[in-house]
């Protein structure tokens, strides 16, 4: 009988202690067993849990309790019920919670799930990611365009193109016709005068680099779109400079030169672009795509920079200025 028992003793002890290790401190409802602190069962109906969770939330809520000692119990017992409740009213943390009971040993995988579920964002990312690209994409567009409108803005204000301008309008006929006299026969107003050079400059001055006028292909989204397309092209690009220029030793065509050329001066292409004709045509002149070439080219655009430098009136009062005074010190002198 007595051996009966002990049998029966450590049988128990052994179902408590696999119980417990199933359950991980910090995950869930910690060593307590969620179903138990909300005295349902893992059968019970999402129904059934909800109708016990305002049984015991009622019983323990602590404004019903006056002395201190029983409503700090209260309020303990009261934040395990409303956690246990969180856990199992969701069915995907409800599964979790199941999954981490039957599998015990992942360990890893539990605390994988636990803080999973805690750390990801409510919204789902694709809409972040859309809706974040679509403001990029708004941004990219809309600045573009303010950009080319200063632009324009700053050419109207030269004489030299604000002149150009004029003279074209009046070829194309957009200004009324002159007398004998140069006087036109009809007074337009300089809002009209402006907005018909703007015309005219939009029209025919061709703006590169960061202010050239923005196409709906300069954008995010549309970039994203024909990425694939882009990427082919490029290796086909690649690929075929590479068969052409490396192994077969192809002279370059002038718009390949002027890419090595860009290259060789590390500028972006709107950098580049943005260069006068005539500067773009002193570069294919001094042959700047051969390296030897634009390595010495380089080296005297230095100099001349340095000698340049040297000669400014200003700069020499700071060298002298530095040499008197020193670095960082700050004065009221006149002079």
């Known amino acids: 009988m007595l051996t009966h028992l002990i049998a029966i003793t450590w049988f128990i002890l052994i179902i408590t202690v696999s ?58 017992q009261f934040k395990k019920i409303a956690n246990a409740y969180e856990i199992l009213k969701d069915e995907e943390a409800r599964s979790d919670y199941d999954y981490m009971l039957d599998n015990p040993d ?18 789902d990312v694709r ?18 365009w303010q950009r080319y409108d200063t632009a324009i803005k700053y050419f109207m204000t030269v004489p030299k193109y604000r002149n150009k301008a004029l003279e074209i ?19 337009e107003t300089k809002e009209e005068v402006d907005n018909i050079i703007k015309k005219v400059i939009e ?3 061709d703006i590169k680099g960061a202010y050239a006028k923005p196409t709906i292909m300069d954008i995010l989204w549309i970039q994203l779109v024909i990425f694939p397309y882009t990427l082919v092209m490029y290796i086909y690009w690649y690929l075929s400079w590479f068969l052409r220029h490396t192994l077969l030793r192809q002279p370059y065509n002038e718009e390949e030169k002027l890419y090595v050329i860009r290259k060789n001066m590390k500028m972006s292409v709107h950098q580049f672009n943005s260069q006068e004709d005539d500067k773009i045509q002193e570069f294919l002149d001094a042959e700047l795509w051969i390296r030897e070439n634009f390595d010495e080219w380089y080296k005297q655009e230095k100099e001349k920079a340095k000698k340049q430098l040297a000669e400014n009136t200003k700069y020499k009062q700071y060298r002298r200025h530095i040499k008197n005074h020193g670095v960082g010190r700050m004065t009221f002198d006149d002079s």
């Open 19 to 76: 119980t417990s290790s199933q359950l991980l401190e910090g995950l869930y409802c910690g060593k307590a067993n969620c179903y138990d602190v909300l005295e349902v069962t893992r059968e019970s109906t999402k129904h059934e849990i909800s109708k016990n969770y305002r049984k015991l939330a009622k019983l323990y809520h602590p404004d019903l309790h006056r002395t201190p000692e029983a409503k700090e119990i209260a309020e303990e």
């Open 106 to 123: 992942e360990y890893y995988a539990h605390y994988y799930r636990y803080y999973r579920r805690r750390v990801a964002p409510k919204v």
């Open 127 to 144: 809409i972040v990611l859309i809706v974040t690209i679509s403001i990029i994409s708004a941004i990219q567009y809309f600045s573009g």
């Open 169 to 187: 309008a009046k070829v194309d006929g957009l200004l009324s016709p002159e007398d004998k006299r140069g006087r036109r026969l009809k007074k």
């Open 203 to 205: 029209d025919k001055m």
